[in-house]
């Protein structure tokens, strides 16, 4: 292969500086099944300035539905420099035909399976205008190239994937829509030498759902448990069903998860075919939650707010329960219509879709706002009862209240230190990213 020159962005989400910056991991991923004889750069456009005018042979972009506007954006930059450019990610495979309209190309799937091929296709000059690749195992014969991150200022973690996908189909998910309730596992093996190979002990597994599969999961936390690391992940609430599990999950290291409550109403659960928190609605929560303190898990608890059966005072209940329980950081996030997923497409045909339908692309949406019109309630007063959530939550005095909880963020000094470390950033990053407009640096 004759020498190129592959440069790859990261965009942002809008005119603001991250200072909680994880390293973006498909990027670097995508640099590992990249030959040794291309040069490849990386450019995070939440950290630092894009040199549109530095030369290179072909620029990928990344693209989520939040970073869209910026992603397009960028690659008109590009091309108007007669680069060419193909973007990936999650978006381009929900929208196809819109992304294929800002870029030169744009790939769909998995990158293990055709990236060689787009590099083949550059070095001739034949960028094909769409790649399809078909989901599958994730970096099944590489590393990520972790020394593209070093000098840029991310949160010290790093991020690494078991599996890809999960088993259920919430009917707002995007995941759901593109793995088609299918999962695939990496080589555990090919796991434990990517953690060895870099020098930290704190990893984020970046898994949709980390415990899909009991069996497989067992496997990997005692293939895990002599690297004494620190780890987090997402996973479901249904784990609580399995004891040993979480106690492999413990002895292998795992401080905690992401876990997707989504609701506290159990008309809520039924309407977004939420499967493991099904079984018993609200009311299981209780000897779960029990449970994950038992074992000492820090929980970061997810909601979504906004679904038809929820109302202000049900919102304000949400807030209650994620302070009673003390949660170690909790997202109150509102509910979004995601291009592909049944949501969408339900509130399509009803017209409840605000600024047009393309919400991620109106000038304007503002990032944390609502982009439907809800049931009991207007798009203004679910944008402020969220915010006011995520407010209320993250306030000093709640950051003093929730730490007094001796089974979990004062079970021992790490875990303190954990906690006092990233719950004043994500406090900080809370007002700072609310109402921002999307796109345009």
């Not at 759902?209 to 996973?235: C, G, M, T, Y």
Request: hydrophobic share 40%.
């Amino acid at each position: 292969m004759k020498p190129m020159k592959i440069t790859l962005i990261y965009p942002a989400i809008g005119n603001y500086n991250d200072e909680a910056c994880m390293e973006p991991l498909p990027l670097g991923a995508l640099a590992g099944l990249t030959p040794p004889g291309v040069e490849v750069v990386l450019y995070d456009d939440r950290l630092e300035p894009i040199p549109f005018d530095e030369p290179t042979d072909l620029v990928a972009i990344t693209v989520q539905i939040f970073t869209a506007r910026r992603a397009y954006e960028i690659s008109a930059q590009y091309r108007q420099r007669g680069v060419p450019v193909i973007l990936g990610g999650m978006h381009p495979n929900l929208v196809p035909d819109e992304a294929a309209r800002h870029a030169d190309s744009i790939y769909l799937g998995d990158a293990e399976a055709l990236w060689h091929q787009v590099l083949q296709d550059v070095q001739k000059g034949q960028l094909q205008p769409i790649y399809r690749a078909r989901p599958g195992l994730p970096q099944p014969e590489s590393l990520t190239r972790r020394d593209l991150y070093k000098g840029k200022k991310y949160l010290p973690i790093s991020l690494m994937q078991f599996g890809r996908g999960c088993k259920f189909e919430c009917y707002f998910c995007a995941t759901s829509a593109y793995f088609n309730k299918t999962h695939y596992y990496r080589c555990i093996e090919q796991v434990l030498r990517e953690i060895e190979s870099q020098e930290r002990k704190q990893i984020f597994f970046v898994d949709d759902n980390i415990l899909a599969n009991f069996d497989a999961a067992k496997e990997l936390f005692r293939a895990l448990i002599p690297l004494k690391i620190h780890w987090v992940s997402q996973a479901s609430i249904d784990m609580t069903q399995d004891r040993e599990l979480m106690s492999l999950m413990a002895q292998s290291g795992c401080l905690g998860h992401v876990v997707g409550f989504e609701s506290i109403t159990p008309e809520s659960l039924k309407t977004m075919q939420k499967a493991p928190n099904l079984k018993g609605g609200f009311e299981s929560y209780q000897p779960q939650l029990e449970i994950l303190r038992d074992y000492g898990l820090q929980t970061w608890a997810a909601f979504t707010l906004g679904h038809d059966h929820d109302t202000l005072a049900s919102i304000q209940s949400t807030l209650d329960f994620a302070l009673e329980n003390k949660f170690t950081f909790a997202a109150f996030n509102i509910l979004l219509p995601y291009p592909g997923t049944k949501l969408y497409q339900r509130l399509q045909a009803e017209n409840r879709l605000l600024f047009d339908g393309k919400w991620w692309l109106h000038p304007d949406y503002r990032f944390n706002h609502a982009a439907f019109q809800p049931k009991t309630m207007s798009a203004d007063e679910l944008t402020q009862a969220a915010f006011h959530a995520r407010k209320v939550f993250n306030s000093l005095g709640s950051i003093f209240q929730r730490v007094w909880d001796f089974k979990t963020n004062l079970r021992n000094p790490y875990r303190l230190g954990a906690y006092l470390a990233y719950n004043p950033l994500f406090r900080k990053e809370t007002f700072k990213k609310q109402g921002l407009k999307l796109g345009t640096k």
